[in-house]
C-alpha cells in the first residue's frame, strides 16, 4: 500500500494506526515481559524516592525527578527493544508487511502502543502525589510540569528504541545500543559532561552545542522545575518525528 499525504490523511489512516496499537498492546501484555518491566520500574523509581523523602523530609517531588532521568531511557529500551526485533527474528515483521496497512501506521501503532506503558509508568506515580497531598501543600504545578517533561522525553527515546529496534534483529542488542544512546542523551546536559567537552574544544564549545542540540536534560530540569518552553516541545517533536520516519523508511525497505 502507498504511504502517500492522502492516505496519511485519510482517517482510514488512524484507524489502521489503531489496530496496530491494540494488537501491540495486547501481544505486549500476553508475553507479560512489558508489564512486568513497567511495574519494575515504577517499584525501584518509588523507592528511590521514598528513601530520599524519608531521609530528607521534604513535601515535593524534586527526587522523582531527580531519578527519573538517569533510569527512563532503561525502562523505555526495555519496553522498545522488542518491537521490531523480535518480529524480525521470528519472521512476524514479513507477514504484517503483507496486511493491508502501510509502513506508517505500523510506526504510529507500535509508538502509541509504548506510550501506553509510559501511561502506566506515570501513574505509578499516583500513590507519591497523593501521600505527599495528604502530608503537606506540595506544588502540583511543578508535579505537573515534571511530568509533561518526562512525557517529552519518553516521545524521543521510545522514537529513538524504535528506529534502533527496526534495524537489528537481536532483542538484547536493541536494548543496549538505545540504552546507551539514551544514557548519552541525558549525560550530554550534565554540567561535569558539558565542562569536560568544553574543556577538550574551548574554541567549539563543543560540550556546550552538543547540550543545546540533544541533551533532555535539560528540559526535564526546566519542566521539573515548572518551566515549560516551546523549545522543548520543538526539540521532543522534531527528534521523534525524524526517527519515526527513518523507521517508516527502514519498513519500506525491508517490505520491498
Not at 524480525?88 to 502509541?112: I, M, N, S, Y
Not at 501511561?119 to 507519591?128: E, N, Q, R, S
Request: with cysteine; net charge neutral; charged share 10%.
Amino acid at each position: 500500500m502507498s504511504t502517500s499525504p492522502g492516505i496519511a490523511r485519510s482517517p482510514s489512516f488512524a484507524r489502521g494506526a489503531w489496530v496496530v496499537a491494540k494488537r501491540e498492546a495486547g501481544a505486549s501484555l500476553d508475553a507479560r515481559i512489558a508489564a512486568v518491566t513497567t511495574c519494575a520500574f515504577v517499584v525501584l523509581v518509588n523507592a528511590i524516592f521514598m528513601n530520599e523523602f524519608f531521609l530528607n523530609g521534604v513535601v515535593g517531588m524534586d527526587a522523582y525527578f531527580r531519578v527519573v532521568p538517569l533510569l527512563l531511557p532503561f525502562f523505555l529500551a526495555a519496553v522498545t527493544m522488542r518491537l521490531f526485533a523480535e518480529e524480525r527474528k521470528t519472521r512476524t515483521l514479513e507477514l504484517l508487511l503483507t496486511l493491508p496497512v502501510a509502513p506508517a501506521q505500523v510506526v504510529l501503532g507500535k509508538f502509541v502502543a509504548a506510550f501506553l506503558l509510559v501511561g502506566l509508568f506515570l501513574l505509578g506515580a499516583l500513590p507519591i502525589v497523593v501521600m505527599l497531598c495528604a502530608l503537606g501543600d506540595p506544588d502540583l504545578g511543578l508535579v505537573f510540569g515534571g511530568m509533561f517533561g518526562i512525557v517529552l522525553a519518553s516521545a524521543v527515546l521510545i522514537a529513538l528504541g524504535m528506529f534502533v529496534s527496526a534495524l537489528v534483529t537481536d532483542q538484547i542488542v536493541a536494548f543496549v545500543v538505545t540504552a546507551v544512546c539514551g544514557v548519552v542523551l541525558v549525560l550530554l546536559g550534565n554540567d561535569a559532561v558539558v565542562a569536560v567537552l568544553d574543556g577538550l574544544a574551548p574554541t567549539f564549545a563543543v560540550g556546550t552545542a552538543l547540550k543545546d542540540a540533544f541533551s533532555l536534560l535539560p528540559h526535564l530540569e526546566a519542566a521539573a522545575r515548572g518551566e515549560l518552553h516551546l523549545a522543548a516541545v520543538v526539540h521532543a517533536v522534531a527528534f521523534s518525528t525524524a526517527c519515526l520516519w527513518s523507521t517508516t523508511r527502514a519498513l519500506e525497505r525491508a517490505r520491498a
